[in-house]
């Protein structure tokens, strides 16, 4: 593991801090956002938690300002009003539009500034749309992307992506063949300004982004599970820590 400098700051953003009307998933949310946090801990981070849609827009990035790197994880679907498409496609849940608007401007001010980003699931969508791009609103119940009608704690699937051999994310994870846990029914469509797509399921939707020159990195699976192979989330986490060291030489 990299030895990382104690003073390095991680903001971990989430979309709600509680969600009564649905408190199966928030378990199992809050499950996934804990192991992110202690594992980043242990790694040495010094790590902030925030609640967008508690937040919103203007408190996010003040709370956020001074951190070195940020985590967007996952949770609901993003409205689609935000990439130019209509509500009432198959599978729509419920939207949290303080969320939306603040989560994206967290990743548009962290492109404008460099700022080390990293967006899991959600997060990787959220990406996708603050720079520009589109999503597709919903894959259907066969794409083999979640296990459908099963407990929350049995929506992921595990499944095999493919990474670009050259790409930041193949080094971080070991190699181009990668294999995955992820539950999700959109995917990312055009891309945003300068991301390229560097991973791809077995029906060839997008996986994974990396932007051409900034530090920011997305994932549509979950390697923060605990069902997910050991090391890919401490792989990221790592990047992202390499990341802000950098940003932090540059700018002494």
Not at 33 to 55: F, M, P
Not at 108 to 130: D, F, K, M, S, Y
Not at 233 to 243: C, N, P
């Amino acid at each position: 593991m990299h030895d990382l400098h104690t003073d390095l700051r991680l903001a971990v953003i989430e979309v709600a801090s509680m969600r009564e009307h649905a408190p199966d998933y928030d378990e199992f949310v809050a499950q996934l956002i804990g192991r992110t946090v202690s594992e980043a801990e242990n790694a040495g981070w010094q790590v902030s938690r925030h609640a967008a849609a508690d937040l919103g827009a203007e408190a996010l990035l003040e709370v956020t300002d001074k951190a070195d790197a940020i985590v967007i994880l996952g949770g609901e679907d993003i409205h689609p009003r935000h990439y130019g498409e209509e509500v009432g496609y198959p599978g729509e849940g419920v939207h949290y539009d303080d969320a939306d608007l603040a989560q994206i401007a967290v990743a548009r001010r962290a492109a404008e500034r460099a700022t080390p980003l990293l967006g899991i699931c959600r997060g990787h969508q959220v990406i996708n749309v603050a720079l520009g791009g589109t999503l597709i609103p919903d894959l259907g119940d066969e794409s083999g992307h979640r296990n459908i009608d099963v407990p929350i704690e049995d929506v992921l699937t595990p499944h095999e992506i493919q990474l670009e051999r050259s790409s930041t994310l193949a080094l971080r994870l070991g190699g181009a063949a990668v294999t995955v846990q992820s539950a999700h029914h959109q995917a990312v469509g055009r891309l945003g300004e300068g991301l390229i797509a560097v991973g791809w399921s077995h029906d060839g939707h997008v996986e994974a982004i990396e932007h051409e020159v900034l530090p920011i990195t997305g994932v549509q699976f979950h390697p923060e599970a605990p069902s997910s192979p050991a090391g890919q989330l401490a792989g990221l986490l790592e990047g992202l820590a390499r990341e802000a060291e950098r940003a932090q030489l540059l700018a002494a």
